[in-house]
């Protein structure tokens, strides 16, 4: 009997929020399927926001592949072509009954999955901690997917795709605190060692504005400490809300005749900014709080225990998951197989992660490159052409950007090599996409302190 997987998905969860790679706050279901599996301490996601990443996550190819580069709302956005193989369709062809409960955002790439509708139960209100949409949301998909759980047959393999939307009830956070003052911020986490944002004059454009791009950097523009540390709050609150859901869903699973052959794997679409350099969310920032995000292999069919020190990309699940179910891995994936590192604990041979963004809402286009090896990251902006350098090891909170550094001149022109290679082995059109960025929203003092009003309006494209 081929092996069953339980894909548990959250939205917005960097990896550091968790004690596995750090976090200073306990998960208890998350926190057991590290305990119990084999993590890798370094995954990529393949643009830090919703709707790319997850098109990309289900396709196994890179977002300028599938062409979905935006959330689609003032951006078009087409579907996934029908032409190209998707996680879903490739399992269900292999006999696979295929389900997806939850966010989908995916632009069609889910195909191949049976979806339960997205619905929300409210479950009353937190005057700290408001809730929106999200957390509804949540209650409803642990609900439907345990009751699917309780009475599945087993007649055939299963892949069963649970995607959880918090913590990604802070962008609604945001905007619901944005003009409330915290007078007492005891009780409430502290802020990280690089959250004060010194080196912002030595970063891209594309960075110094993100206030005038994206609309939660522009509604925290008055904030002081206190109210950042009312959002770490609320963010680790939010996490231990989908926790608790995570808690039933595998306490369901355990309780089926199919667990004993099952893997469960918990990843996220793209992380957060926790506070660090003074942002919030996500978007066009590309340093560790928003592209590195938890990966782990877990449950019965696992031996292995641990973190491997690798990197690894969300876009390794698609091939990964083939290799372990013994199905032929589609020519188009982009990923690699991590089977030998779970089995095994052989570590994967890649030279370096990526990750990309070209736009949110469409109204400022500043496509930009990330590149990630063990030791470095390095970022391209298109909209200037500044280069960002990270010593990942002397650094690993990304507060010197050291592009400009003459001992560090080898390394850069090894990492413009490799973004090289990247744009010529996937085909990239980096160089000649769109740059939309109006002096307008270039044009107050650098700082995101420094911004007025709201972000660019829609009607500025
Ligand atoms: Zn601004």
Redesign the pocket.
Known sequence: MKPNFLVIQVDQLTDRALKAYGGRYCNEAIDSLFSSGVAFNSCTCQYPLCQPSRASLWSGLYPHQTNILSNGRRWPVEDLADSVPTLGSVFKSNGYKCVHFGKTHDAGALRGFEIENEDAIEIGENPQFPYNQDTFRDVYTSKKANEFLSSYGWDKPLLMVVDFVNPHNICGYVGKKKDTRIEDPSGLPELPSNYNFDDIENRSKSIQ?I??SHNRQ?QVATWTENEYRGYLGAYYHYLSLVDKQIGTLIESLTNTKGYDNTYIVFLSDHGDSMAARGAVTKQVAMYHETVNVPLVFSGPLIEKKGMIDALAENLDLFPTLCDLASIDIPSTCEGISLKDAIINGIRPQREYAVSEWFTEWGYTISPARMIATEDYRYIYYLEDGKEELYSLKLDPYEKYNVAEKAEYEIVLKKMRLYLEDFIKRSNDPFYHQTVYAPVRWRS?KVG?HN?VGIAAPMEDA
């Open positions: 504005y206030c005038c522009s107050h995101y911004h």
